[in-house]
């Protein structure tokens, strides 16, 4: 599977059937990228060394991971099933790619954070250099582990993705989760507009880029915020309430991160490449997700109501 391009460079990518793995498939093919898909599971690594062989790619995109269904809470009672894929085919890759001289760009997460008396609402952000501080779900753990061991590997960069939106009602868009819930929490977060910022990670691949980037748009917003401008832009009769963390955590089996990730290395390291506050950002998604929606006729009739 291949789109011959006038630049050199081979891309090969793992979780071709994931979320974002099919979002950088559109992208590479719009694109005119050279790029082959890979088939093996990441904690298989024989075959994803056959494959890395076989294709010779000049960059590795890894889009493969275990986040859970419906939600993060899966893997409090799938733990195996989830170091082997986050931690174990992560590491996999990471090893090949180093040890072949291979850009390895990882769609990681920045869901390995929270709060707390140095890093306020409002105040200073997570930095790159930052240990993670949040370990209350398993997935974040699992993420927080493997980050860790991930710099030993020269040809990798981490990316931490927090929140991603996309300008479609996916169920693994942040929008379309908060939309059906009943009550939501109403904090301030990093979030990642993928529409933006998927571009933007090819741009890091062809630099080469290596080591761990917070990535998601500069700023935070809060839940409330995001709803305002789905009613906004998408449903004027939309409605909703809010509860307390406390409240939230009486419901749920794992814990859930709330940050914010300091933007000035991503920012500084890519100066030719404008990347918009989040708020901005967030104004474009809703614009774009309401012409999507008339297009594809969800709007007015066929919005996502709460079950």
């Known amino acids: 599977f291949i789109k011959m391009s006038a ?3 081979v891309y090969l990518l793992f979780g071709k059937n994931g979320w974002i793995g099919g979002k950088l498939i559109e992208l590479l093919t719009a694109q005119g990228k050279t790029f082959h898909l890979a088939e093996s599971r990441t904690y298989n690594r024989e075959s994803v060394e056959a494959e890395i062989e076989k294709f010779n790619p000049t960059h590795v995109l890894n889009a493969a991971g275990v986040t859970g269904r419906p939600n993060v809470d899966w893997c409090e009672d799938h733990k195996a099933e989830t170091v082997r894929t986050n931690v174990i085919g992560c590491l996999n890759v990471a090893d090949i790619c180093a040890q072949k001289g291979i850009n390895h760009l990882l769609y990681a997460t920045g869901c390995i954070f929270e709060y707390d008396d140095a890093h306020t ?8 250099t930052d240990a993670p501080n949040f370990h209350k779900s398993y997935y974040s753990h699992t993420k927080a582990m493997v980050e860790d061991m991930l710099a030993v590997f020269p040809t990798t960069c981490t990316l931490r993705v927090r929140m991603p939106i996309s300008d479609d009602l996916s169920p693994r868009n ?4 908060i939309v059906k819930y009943d009550r939501v929490v109403d904090v301030p977060n990093s979030m990642t507009v993928l529409t933006e910022l998927l571009p933007v990670s090819l741009i890091m691949a062809e630099r080469n880029f290596t080591g761990i980037y917070n990535f998601c748009n500069p700023g935070a917003i809060s839940h409330n915020e995001v709803l305002a401008l789905y009613k906004k832009y998408v449903d004027p009769s939309y409605t909703w309430n809010n509860f307390t963390l406390d409240e939230q955590a009486q419901i749920l089996k794992a814990g859930r991160s709330n940050n914010t990730l300091d933007d000035t290395k991503l920012v500084s390291s890519l100066p030719d490449v404008p ?13 774009r997700m309401r012409a999507n929606l008339e297009k594809e006729g969800i709007w007015p009739d066929n919005l996502p109501k709460r079950s």
Request: no cysteine; hydrophobic share 40%; glycine share 10%.
């Open 121 to 128: 609402i409002g105040g200073q952000g997570f930095k790159e």
């Open 275 to 287: 990347i918009d506050e989040i708020h901005v950002a967030m104004e474009k998604v809703f614009q």
């Open 7 to 9: 630049d050199k460079n």
């Open 174 to 177: 942040f929008v379309t989760k």
